[in-house]
Nanobody, 121 residues
Framework: QVQLVESGGGLVQAGGSLRLSCAAS????????MAWFRQAPGKQRDLVAS???????NYADSVKGRFTITRDSAKNAVYLQMDSLKPEDTAVYYC???????????????WGQGTQVTVSS
């Protein structure tokens, strides 16, 4: 069984910063990629940023230059540094990990419980 535990959400004024953290625990053999998604009320869940095992990163256009995703493979953790926050960044942010339990086993996708980020204008 795998758990993804997120932390770091909260309320911040526009222009401010927050840092989200997510740590995966359980009988994990390897993690292929980790990512952050977000979902605003009444909208679909969208990719914010992802990072591969080789630390290749990918960002949504709306956050490029403002958000930075990093990972600590030794801790099975991923982080999202969010700077110059805007009210439109308000959403529930979800951690996502694509991982294996065995070397030759299939990949599984797991989600965290979500953490609320609210940016006031």
């Amino acid at each position: 069984q795998v758990q993804l535990v997120e932390s770091g959400g909260g309320l911040v004024q526009a222009g401010g910063s927050l840092r989200l953290s997510c740590a995966a625990s359980g009988s994990i053999f390897s993690i292929n990629y980790m990512a952050w998604f977000r979902q605003a009320p009444g909208k679909q869940r969208d990719l914010v940023a992802s990072i591969s095992s080789s630390e290749t990163t990918n960002y949504a256009d709306s956050v490029k230059g403002r958000f930075t995703i990093t990972r600590d493979s030794a801790k099975n953790a991923v982080y999202l540094q969010m700077d110059s926050l805007k009210p439109e960044d308000t959403a529930v942010y979800y951690c996502n990990a694509n991982l294996k339990f065995k070397q030759r086993g299939p990949n599984y996708n797991h989600w965290g419980q979500g953490t609320q980020v609210t940016v006031s204008s």
